[in-house]
């Protein structure tokens, strides 16, 4: 299976300010997917990142607030803008491969005072 | 969104006791998917299942994808303290370009 770097592991921030959180997978991948984890919660999928396309949102999520680039099959990143103390969360990383494999990078633990 | 119903929402065993969960939904799944988080970590994935019916083993881990396509069932055998963690199930609803849905998750505690 592709093994997922993502980075930072974690980060504190000033609420205001935007934070880039990075995904590098071994291999290339068509699909790759975005996550936050709330404290304590399960999994919520923020948008779907393909390759040469803008990124498919899911419902309460927008591009403004969290922009996504997907500029090769290897790489992605998302933003956090405008960070607000409701933004702490785990946001995760995760690609689709082979017949309906996914993935998930170790996470990015975000804390915004 | 869809919901995937999980149960339950914790347990406490005794270490050696088999362990099982399951989640629900009223929509049909094409693919059931097993995960277990540690902290600190991303999910990992324990077991997939990929037809209505399925039953599939890793190890001490059995899973099982429901004939309706709308349940699935993880049972871990004799367990032991590092299956501490919590679990999760996924499924990818049927027509849904692979997006996952995920189970609200079971926390295990395994006491020695």
């Known amino acids: 299976s592709a093994v997922i770097s993502q980075k930072p592991s974690r980060d504190i921030c000033q609420r205001g300010t935007s934070l880039t959180i990075q995904c590098q997978v071994d291999?290339?991948?068509?699909?790759m997917f975005w996550y936050r984890q709330q404290p304590g919660q399960s999994l919520t999928l923020i948008a779907t990142?393909?390759?040469?396309?803008?990124?498919?949102?899911e419902s309460g999520f927008v591009i403004d607030k969290f922009p996504i680039s997907r500029p090769n099959l290897t790489f992605s990143t998302l933003t956090v803008s405008n960070m607000s103390p409701e933004d702490s969360s785990i946001y995760l990383c995760?690609?689709?491969?082979?017949?309906?494999?996914?993935?998930f990078g170790s996470g990015t633990r975000l804390t915004v005072v | 969104g869809q919901q995937l119903n999980q149960s339950p929402q914790s347990m406490f065993i005794q270490e050696g006791e088999d362990v099982s969960m399951n989640c629900t939904s009223s929509?049909?799944?094409?693919?059931w998917l097993w995960y277990k988080q540690e902290p600190g970590e991303g999910p990992v994935l324990l077991i997939a299942?990929?037809?209505?019916?399925e039953l599939t083993s890793n190890g001490r881990l059995t899973a099982q994808f429901g004939i309706t396509r709308k349940d699935s069932f993880l049972n871990i055998s004799a367990s032991i303290p590092s299956d501490v963690g919590i679990y999760f199930c996924?499924?990818?609803?049927?027509?849904?370009?692979?997006?996952?849905?995920f189970g609200s998750g079971t926390q295990l505690t395994v006491l020695p």
């Open positions: 995760s690609v689709g491969e082979g017949n309906y494999g996914y993935t």
């Open positions: 291999s290339q991948v068509t699909m």
């Open positions: 990142a393909n390759q040469g396309s803008e990124a498919t949102y």
């Open positions: 929509s049909i799944f094409n693919t």
């Open positions: 299942l990929y037809k209505a019916g």
């Open positions: 996924a499924g990818q609803l049927a027509g849904s370009a692979r997006q996952l849905t």
